[in-house]
């Protein structure tokens, strides 16, 4: 990478259809394109196996509590990740972490083989696993280019991500009858192996006018015991940004408990009405197409808006976008509460979520420290996303078994929720603006 090239390359020209490019950006647009979409694809591999593994034999109110030990578990997770941050080096610290994860698969697989029960303990680490192994990389990326070169390149390594999201459920919900979850398991690790060359070569293709300045004294700031935790704690802007993440996983997660409730009753109606389906393949094949048409809009918004959206808007005002969508939503499904209508109202949340606002939320670290783009956004996305995850599996336990709530009343409170996210976005969108002023100097032309 030593010659940079002074015009477009090819590489670049194509690109450059869907967002701006400078010259030689390029190659580095592919490599953290092919990152993203394997690490996708691996993911909603290990995702769509989780759900039959748990449901088949619990509850979605089980699956509520599963994301509470998720949270509980990550207090004691990120303070280790940040003892290991501040001894390694960043290349070497999302390596250690993926191959972290795939000891974790191949003892779930010998345990799976030998006939364990590891439902509930797979799905907690699945929740585990999806935060810490995205938060890596999107700190890694961030890390990796500079504001104005993040904002327009970000859009398309999402698509990448994106393209994984897309094929991987409807492969996994195809395969899953014929050849079981645990082979499937062992298509995922391999798949993830792959990830790890792509972090140095992901590196080294960032051309230099496009690069994250130099650590500055102070980048790598100790936050103390407990690391990430106190940094966010501490920093105005990145609390505003852990609240955002909570109200945004707390209003989803209490959405997909409504949908799950509601996939289960369907499951068991099937069963009744015909002894010869089974219920796993009946949930498992929902969950396939539900996760494909998901991610086959977020493909076509990913592809075709979500760049045009932030050059028109600005991230400021994406940020936005998403809570407006989950207030009109379940304000919808509140006073409409069927299925038809809750899945409709996820389609868009989640296709929205995992297009614009995932795109938004992974540009809103650009003008970080080292510290803050690591530590703090690896300890909001995983700790602090599942708080969001303990906050709402209490708010179902009350709901269910104090005042009895069903599906109108928790669209109820996820509208009230929804509200308050939006003002925080708000705020967020505010802090961005200052911040993003402050480091303009060290961007790439426009």
Not at 121 to 148: C, E, R
Not at 212 to 237: H, W
Request: some cysteine; proline content about 4%.
């Amino acid at each position: 990478m030593a010659d940079w090239p002074t015009r477009l390359t090819s590489l670049d020209r194509f690109f450059n259809r869907f967002s701006h490019l400078h010259a030689g950006e390029g190659r580095s647009v592919l490599a953290f394109f092919t990152y993203a979409l394997l690490m996708m694809v691996s993911y909603y591999i290990l995702k769509t196996i989780r759900e039959p593994l748990l449901l088949t034999g619990s509850s979605a109110e089980l699956k509520s509590y599963a994301y509470a030990v998720t949270a509980l578990l990550l207090l004691f997770i990120v303070p280790l990740y940040s003892l290991v941050f501040r001894h390694t080096g960043k290349q070497q610290l999302t390596r250690y972490i993926t191959g972290f994860f795939l000891l974790n698969l191949f003892l779930f697989y010998l345990a799976g083989r030998a006939g364990m029960d590891v439902g509930f303990a797979y799905y907690v680490w699945v929740g585990i696993f999806n935060v810490m192994i995205t938060a890596q990389f999107w700190a890694f990326a961030a890390d990796s280019y500079n504001v104005k070169s993040g904002k327009r390149l970000f859009p398309i390594i999402m698509v990448g991500a994106t393209l994984g999201s897309l094929v991987a459920p409807q492969l996994s919900g195809a395969f899953f009858p014929s050849i079981g979850p645990w082979t499937l398991l062992l298509l995922a690790m391999a798949l993830l192996a792959l990830t790890i060359p792509c972090v140095g070569w992901a590196r080294a293709a960032v051309p230099p006018g496009s690069r994250s300045p130099a650590d500055q004294p102070g980048d790598k700031e100790d936050g103390g015991f407990f690391g990430g935790i106190s940094l966010v704690l501490t920093d105005r802007y990145l609390f505003l940004l852990a609240l955002l993440i909570l109200l945004l996983n707390w209003v989803n997660t209490t959405g997909e408990y409504i949908l799950a409730e509601l996939v289960v009753r369907y499951a068991d109606a099937a069963v009744l009405a015909n002894p010869g389906v089974k219920k796993a393949d009946f949930i498992a094949a929902f969950y396939g197409n539900f996760f494909f048409i998901v991610n086959l809009l977020t493909l076509l918004a990913q592809v075709f808006l979500v760049a045009r959206v932030i050059r028109w808007i600005g991230v400021r005002g994406a940020v936005l976008v998403l809570p407006l969508i989950t207030l009109i939503g379940y304000g919808l499904v509140a006073f409409i509460p069927i299925f038809s209508m809750i899945r409709l109202v996820k389609v868009f949340e989640n296709s929205t979520d995992y297009s614009l606002m995932n795109t938004t939320r992974h540009a809103l670290y650009l003008p970080l420290t080292a510290a803050e783009k690591y530590e703090g956004k690896t300890t909001i996305e995983a700790f602090f996303w599942r708080f969001g995850d303990l906050a709402q599996a209490g708010a179902i336990y009350v709901g269910l078994n104090w005042f009895s709530f069903d599906v109108p009343q928790f669209a109820l409170v996820n509208m009230v929720l929804a509200l308050i996210w939006l003002v925080v976005a708000w705020q967020v969108a505010r802090n961005y603006g200052s911040k993003h002023h402050v480091v303009e100097d060290n961007a790439s032309p426009p």
